[in-house]
Nanobody, 121 residues
Framework: LLQLVESGGGSVQPGGSLRLSCTAS????????MGWFRQAPGKEREEVAI????????VYGDSVKGRFIISQDSTNNAVYLQMNSLKPEDTAVYHC??????????????WGQGTQVTVSS
């Protein structure tokens, strides 16, 4: 059974940076699209980013474009999300998803428990 484990969340002040990591229990990052989505209390799930395994192309949600960068390391079965210039509205639980498509990354059914990101002063 595929497992995805996220890490790297935490509390940061506005304008700060965090780097999220997601490690897969199987070697899938070279055969599956990988993505991140987030969910804040009382809000709908929101696509953050996706990286396509075939060509490494990336797509970002409008709210994070220019601030976040998704990358992957197939050797370590990992995908990362570098988050810069963080804003309070980025506060959410961030989930890693495998076998994703854009939009609605979560429809693949393969996603981790998530890691909390809190941006406040």
């Amino acid at each position: 059974l595929l497992q995805l484990v996220e890490s790297g969340g935490g509390s940061v002040q506005p304008g700060g940076s965090l780097r999220l990591s997601c490690t897969a229990s199987e070697s899938i990052t070279s055969t599956h699209n990988m993505g991140w989505f987030r969910q804040a209390p009382g809000k709908e799930r929101e696509e953050v980013a996706i990286i396509y395994f075939r060509d490494g192309d990336t797509v970002y949600g409008d709210s994070v474009k220019g601030r976040f960068i998704i990358s992957q390391d197939s050797t370590n079965n990992a995908v990362y999300l570098q988050m810069n210039s963080l804003k309070p509205e980025d506060t959410a639980v961030y989930h890693c998803a495998a076998g994703s498509s854009w939009p609605n990354l979560w429809n693949s059914g393969y996603w981790g428990q998530g890691t909390q990101v809190t941006v406040s002063s």
